[in-house]
């Protein structure tokens, strides 16, 4: 039973973040010889999730990334129907999708 207070101890301690393996790591630390698999054991029994870090957005222009020409040059004028088109590709997360491009049309 000591093992489990411990858990909830460093658990709560470091407000929710700590994972079983960061545990598992700060108790050997402290001279307890337990597995990490244990700990998640334990952690299970007892109800503990960590929080789940957001992930950082990440969109580069220029060496990483690869840009189109400007063509138009924002001249949208045209004499007759279908002789420019345009689009625009906009990324996005959903709960079930975590990275989805969605691409919108638009004819001049």
């Known amino acids: 039973m000591k093992e489990k207070e411990l858990i909830y101890q460093l658990f709560h301690k470091n407000k929710g973040r700590y994972g079983y393996r ?3 790591l700060e108790m050997k630390k402290q001279g307890y010889m337990i597995n990490h ?3 998640l054991k334990l952690m ?12 950082k957005y990440r969109s ?3 060496q990483t990334g690869k840009t189109t020409p400007n063509i138009l040059q924002r001249d949208f004028v ?3 129907p279908n002789q420019k ?3 625009d ?15 919108y049309y638009g004819f001049v």
């Open 85 to 87: 088109w345009v689009t």
């Open 44 to 55: 299970n029994q007892c109800g503990l999730k960590c929080m789940v870090r957001k992930k």
């Open 78 to 80: 045209t004499t007759a």
């Open 60 to 62: 580069y222009k220029g």
């Open 37 to 39: 698999k244990t700990v």
């Open 89 to 103: 590709i906009s990324e996005s997360s959903l709960p079930w999708n975590p990275q989805i491009f969605i691409s």
């Open 22 to 24: 960061r545990i598992a």
